[in-house]
């Protein structure tokens, strides 16, 4: 992955350590409003209109609403899509699984803006009225998650997990499962003239579809792969641990002050070190 490589390089420091328990948290406060304010989370649902009147905040804030309404089966489920989740980020790294979890969000704000505005601009005010009147915005979390499944199915095709907690299956089957309840719902909604929901689906796992077609062919990231990075980084770890450099004029370290710089004199007979203060001013050893 090039491209990733060449933008963690240059914006890996804005990486989200941590996501998947932030999702995990904003859903448990949906939980949370739901059993306790209902009502309040349609003031922070993606309404297209709305944002048009400058409530653009709504853009981020839909992301608090979990998949579906609470339950105990519900709970558990989150519990699998945390561990699913982590796995992602121990894999991934942390650039990349943030640039996967935003691009999807990113993603559907797009998707349901331009649907909203384009039914505004070819008549469809009324349709797309309806939509505001009963809650239908399409923005789910629930195509979220699911966009995060695949991406470990992808990852790990032959985990295996207990379905309904008896039947063992390998988890690329479900992948295969979800990919056509995706397409079903995709058809299903525009059969509906549901336009929004329809869009939504198809944004929500376009992060997919391009993790897909950018990892097609480069092999897959398997439990040895990850067991073995996460060795060799200890191991550099260590090394740049025992790594020391001395300025051979007032003998400081790096670990009296981290900010020097040391550097070799190419004019002194022998291997002397100086650092920033003296490599200039100091008398050659012959």
């Known amino acids: 992955m090039d491209f990733m490589t060449k933008l963690e390089r240059k914006f890996g420091k804005f990486s989200i350590p941590n996501l998947t328990l932030i999702l995990v948290t904003c859903f ?3 939980y949370l409003l739901e059993i306790f304010a209902p009502d309040s989370l349609m003031l922070i649902s993606l309404d297209p209109s709305k944002v048009m009147h400058g409530q653009v905040y709504r853009l981020i804030t839909w992301v608090v609403i979990p998949p579906s309404s609470v339950s105990i089966f519900v709970i558990i489920t989150l519990m699998f899509y945390f561990y699913v989740g982590r796995t992602l980020e121990n894999v991934m790294g942390d650039f990349r699984y943030t640039v996967y979890i935003l691009s999807g969000i990113i993603f559907t704000d797009i998707g349901i ?3 909203y505005a384009f039914m505004v601009l070819t008549g469809q005010s009324e349709l797309a009225g309806l939509y505001i009147e009963y809650g239908l915005y399409g923005a789910s979390t629930y195509y979220l998650c699911m966009s995060m499944f695949l991406a ?3 990852l790990f095709p032959n985990m295996q997990v207990l379905l309904y907690f008896i039947i063992p299956i390998k988890v690329k089957w479900l992948g295969y499962l979800d ?4 397409l079903v719902e995709i058809i299903r909604f525009g059969l509906m003239r549901y336009y929004t929901g ?4 198809i944004m929500s796992v376009l992060n997919f579809i391009i993790f897909y077609a950018m990892l097609k062919g480069k092999g897959r990231v398997t439990p040895a792969h990850k067991k073995r990075k996460r060795r060799y980084k200890q191991e550099v770890r260590q090394t740049q641990l025992l790594t020391r450099h001395k300025c051979a004029i007032c003998g400081q370290t790096e670990e009296d002050d981290p900010t020097l710089e040391f550097r070799y004199c190419s004019r002194c007979k022998g ?3 100086y650092c920033q203060n003296h490599l200039f001013t100091h008398e050659h050893k012959k």
């Open 113 to 115: 803006m331009l649907t």
């Open 179 to 182: 990919i056509a309840y995706l």
């Open 28 to 30: 448990a406060i949906g």
């Open 152 to 154: 470990y199915a992808f």
């Open 198 to 201: 329809m869009v939504t689906v």
């Open 271 to 273: 291997n002397y070190e």
